[in-house]
Every structure is written in C-alpha cells, then in structure tokens.
Nanobody
Framework: QVQLVESGGGLVQPGGSLRLSCTAS????????MGWYRQAPGKQRELVAV???????NYADSVKGRFTISRDNAKNTVYLQMNSLKPEDTAVYYC???????????????WGQGTQVTVSS
C-alpha cells in the first residue's frame, strides 16, 4: 500500500500565498505523475496542476501564472506554491500520484486525505 500525506493548508487573505506539500510513502517501486486537484463545496473535483515523469507540467487555466507545481523525486514529494490567492481558490486540495508498486506491472492511482485552503478577508 501507498500513503499520501498532505500539509500546508490554512486560512489566508486574498493576495496571499500558501505552499502545499505531499509526500508519498509505503510500497513504492516508481512514482509517475503527481498532481493536485481541488474540490469546492457543491462542485466537482477538478485538476489544478500535474507534474509528469518527464518534468513537464500542466495547469488549469484558472491558476496559470499564479500556481507552480514542483517535485523532489528523492523525497517522493510534490509541492504546490500558490501565489496571488483569490477567494475562488477556496477548496479542499487533494494530492494524487500514479505509483507502481514492487512486483506489479501496472500503476495504481492514490489520493491524499485532502487539506483545506480558505482564502478570505
């Protein structure tokens, strides 16, 4: 089994910044894509940003130029630096990773427990 543990959420004023972290642990042979999703009340979960094994990144249009995803492969950790935060960024943020476990041929998708980000004055 693989566990993803997120940290770094909280309450911030509009225009402020937060940095989320997510570390994977457990039975890991290789981690492929890692990313961040978010879900606001009454809305579907949506992709925020993803980092692939080729170091390419993709962002939702709503966060381009404000959020930056990065990863430390040696630490099995992905980060999300969020700047110029807006009230509409308020949501529960979930970490996601595609992981191949030892002895397995295929990747499995794992999710973190979520961390609340609230942008409000």
């Amino acid at each position: 089994q693989v566990q993803l543990v997120e940290s770094g959420g909280g309450l911030v004023q509009p225009g402020g910044s937060l940095r989320l972290s997510c570390t994977a642990s457990g039975s890991i042979f290789r981690i492929y894509a890692m990313g961040w999703y978010r879900q606001a009340p009454g809305k579907q979960r949506e992709l925020v940003a993803v980092s692939t094994t080729g170091d390419s990144t993709n962002y939702a249009d709503s966060v381009k130029g404000r959020f930056t995803i990065s990863r430390d492969n040696a630490k099995n950790t992905v980060y999300l630096q969020m700047n110029s935060l807006k009230p509409e960024d308020t949501a529960v943020y979930y970490c996601n990773a595609n992981v191949r476990e030892p002895g397995r041929m295929f990747q499995n998708k794992y999710w973190g427990q979520g961390t609340q980000v609230t942008v409000s004055s």
